[in-house]
């Protein structure tokens, strides 16, 4: 039912497909825990597949990982295929990729905290504008510096310098309050200590690896684990929204191609806007709408479409609603709501279907090869032709011994990052200030020695070389050291 243009998903009264050249328009997969989104995201993770089109997925439950084997025959997998009508139904793996944040179950993914920046970085650790702002001072002094901030322990030095040279940093980049450099020091020992710190190093991920096709041309679905990941909603959100980010920052326009670059599903989406600031909001509207234009589609996974802003949910052409249920007022308006997303169907009332759904059903709606909605249709949706449910340990062991990307970020790299920069700087510092302190003394102790002389010679007049010597030192000793800061932040502060 497949074929080089369209992915099959259903059936309703008349089979219900997505046009590949549409599936770029994004899409939205809704529905209460339990009805089925999970599977109706593996057949579409599949049917990209086979259309050579890389796909990208978290698995947050754990079970999406049986993609990587073939299905098991079980009746009621044949029953569904034969009351659908899917005739050429068989069983077959998909080509897959497994990654993981905290390197356990797949290949490590990483970012250089320069690469997050300082917006994605300060919605992880939820700081305020105020601390937002120092923190984006810590990035601007580091870029006019040219030094790189790869992981945790950059940033916290990079901050602790920023709070013992206060003064001259405020000069030129603005105020840096002590205790706004703490607040933010000890968001980051809690970031640590949710395994956030396995997540910022080298070697980066390289986009062009979530981009693989095999010999054969499928594309391969790159599984991120994220069963674990999900007990820190924020940097489960922000690391999705980083690799949406640099998707949009990275890919060239592409316009309206044949078909996807990539398709990325964002499952728990809600966890992506809850406590969202707009002006955040704004930009995932901004970097939906544009980066179709590269190829990339983005399916929004999550219980209610009422958890996707209206600024969002207005961009997603391709459709799929599970059952909602309606115990409270709050959910029939949810209902109600999701009903009135569709482009209506005379011949059903999907305020109500949306009730009465079973597990696997689904109300569809599709863009046509024209860009124009479908008409809502009632859709039994297709079963999986991988395994429903999670590979073994073996399995996912020897997927990943397998991979295209095998050995490239398994090992951690250690560079020269800004933490050994400024530490470096900070120790000749210190030797400079011991230096300049013995001079000093050194003077005072010569100093004291020539008055004693002079007094053993009666006469107290002072000499114009003893007048030089003495404002030398004077200015050796009290302005050596903060000189010697200026220059330091002179090299920062240099275009």
Avoid at 95 to 117: A, C, L, Y
Avoid at 292 to 301: D, Q
Avoid at 462 to 477: D, L, M, N, T, Y
Avoid at 485 to 492: A, D, V
């Amino acid at each position: 039912m497949t074929n080089d243009n369209t992915l099959f998903v259903g059936a309703g009264t008349v089979p219900q497909q997505l046009p590949i050249s549409r599936a770029n328009r994004h899409g939205l997969i809704a529905g209460a825990t339990g009805t089925g989104k999970t599977v109706t995201l593996q057949i579409l993770a599949e049917g990209f597949a086979e259309q050579g089109v890389p796909v990208f997925l978290a698995d947050v439950k754990g079970d999406l990982s049986g993609i990587s084997q073939p299905g098991e025959p079980k009746d009621f997998l044949f029953k569904r295929a034969e009351k659908i009508g899917l005739a050429d139904y068989r069983f077959h793996p998909s080509p897959v990729v497994f990654w993981d944040v905290f390197g356990e179950r797949g290949h490590p993914v990483r970012s250089t905290i320069s690469e997050m920046g300082p917006l994605l970085l300060s919605r992880l650790l939820e700081l305020n504008e105020t601390q937002e702002g120092v923190l984006y001072i810590a990035f601007e002094v580091a870029d006019d510096e040219g030094m790189l901030l790869l992981d945790l322990d950059d940033l916290r030095t990079m901050l602790t310098y920023l709070a013992e040279h206060a003064d001259e940093v405020r000069r030129e980049y603005g105020n840096v309050a002590a205790s706004t450099v703490g607040a933010i020091q000890r968001r980051l020992l809690a970031l640590k200590a949710e395994g956030g710190e396995l997540f910022f190093g080298e070697p980066a991920l390289k986009l062009a690896d979530f981009m693989r096709t095999t010999y054969e041309g499928s594309g391969f679905i790159n599984v991120l684990a994220a069963d674990r990941l999900i007990q820190a909603p924020k940097l489960y959100a922000t690391v999705l929204l980083w690799l949406l980010s640099e998707l949009f920052e990275e890919l060239p326009e592409v316009g309206d191609p044949e078909k996807p670059t990539l398709v990325f599903f964002f499952d728990e989406a809600h966890l992506l806007f809850d406590d969202a600031p707009k002006a955040l909001v704004d930009r995932i509207a901004h970097v939906v709408r544009l980066i179709r234009s590269k190829g990339v589609g983005v399916y929004f996974v999550t219980q209610n479409p009422t958890d996707v802003p209206d600024e969002v949910l207005c961009q997603l052409g391709n459709r799929v609603q599970h059952a909602l249920r309606a115990y409270t007022p709050r959910d029939a308006k949810a209902v109600r709501t999701a009903a009135s997303t569709f482009r209506q169907n005379p011949a059903i009332d999907a305020e109500t279907v949306i009730t009465e759904l079973g597990v696997g059903e689904a109300l569809t709606s599709f863009l046509d090869p024209k860009g124009v909605p479908g008409i809502v249709e009632r859709t039994l949706i297709r079963p999986p032709s991988s395994r429903l449910g999670p590979a073994t340990d073996a399995e996912r062991a020897e997927v990943t011994r397998r991979s295209p990307v095998a050995g490239v970020y398994d090992e951690a790299i250690d560079r020269k990052p800004a933490h050994e920069v400024l530490t470096r700087r900070a120790d000749e510092l210190a030797k400079q200030r011991e230096a300049a302190e013995a001079a000093e003394a050194e003077e005072k102790r010569q100093a004291k020695e020539a008055r004693a002389a002079r007094r053993k010679r009666g006469s107290s007049r002072q000499g114009v070389g003893e007048a030089f010597a003495k404002s030398v030192v004077r200015s050796i000793g009290s302005s050596l050291g903060r000189q010697l800061l200026r220059g330091l932040l002179g090299s920062l502060t240099r275009r």
